[in-house]
């Protein structure tokens, strides 16, 4: 059932916007599945303490931050204290796109190469 549901989101973000469709994907699966149990672990009761003066939970929403700029496919540009993750984020941005071709039951083909090339910054949209 996911994979029609990705399916279907990446196929009708294609039509409007070519050059988004794995970002798009990316997003969905990030945002309604990973993101949201890593920034409240306790909704798939995993118990994290309280007591350290929130230093796990920004631990946590740092980590959901990386991973929606891999989902995104894009570096860190406006947040001076995250640049110096742009580095990881350009090697581990082609194996996440392997992932959702995966999700959508596509093989990686000549789509995918090392070297792939991330957005420095968030695409601009037709209105």
Same mark, same amino acid.
């Given at each position: 059932?996911?994979?029609?549901?990705?399916?279907?989101?990446?196929?009708?973000?294609?039509?409007?916007?070519?050059?988004?469709?794995?970002?798009?994907?990316?997003?969905? %699966?990030?945002?309604?599945? %990973?993101?949201?149990?890593?920034?409240? *672990?306790? @909704?798939?009761?995993?118990?994290?303490?309280?007591?350290?003066?929130?230093? @796990?939970?920004?631990?946590?929403?740092?980590?959901?931050?990386?991973?929606?700029?891999?989902?995104?496919?894009?570096?860190?540009?406006?947040?001076?204290?995250?640049?110096?993750?742009?580095?990881?984020?350009?090697?581990? %941005?082609? *194996?996440?796109?392997?992932?959702?071709?995966?999700?959508?039951?596509?093989?990686?083909?000549?789509?995918?190469?090392?070297?792939?090339?991330?957005?420095?910054? %968030?695409?601009?949209?037709?209105?």
């Amino acid at each position: 059932m996911t994979r029609e549901v990705c399916v279907h989101l990446a196929k009708s973000v294609y039509q409007v916007w070519p050059e988004s469709k794995f970002a798009a994907l990316g997003a969905f %699966i990030f945002l309604r599945f %990973i993101s949201s149990a890593n920034v409240a *672990p306790e @909704i798939v009761d995993v118990t994290v303490p309280r007591d350290d003066g929130g230093v @796990i939970c920004r631990g946590l929403m740092v980590i959901a931050e990386v991973m929606q700029n891999l989902a995104n496919n894009i570096l860190f540009a406006k947040e001076a204290h995250m640049l110096c993750l742009n580095d990881f984020s350009g090697v581990n %941005i082609c *194996p996440c796109l392997k992932g959702k071709l995966l999700v959508l039951g596509m093989r990686s083909g000549s789509i995918v190469t090392s070297t792939f090339t991330p957005k420095s910054s %968030i695409p601009a949209h037709p209105i």
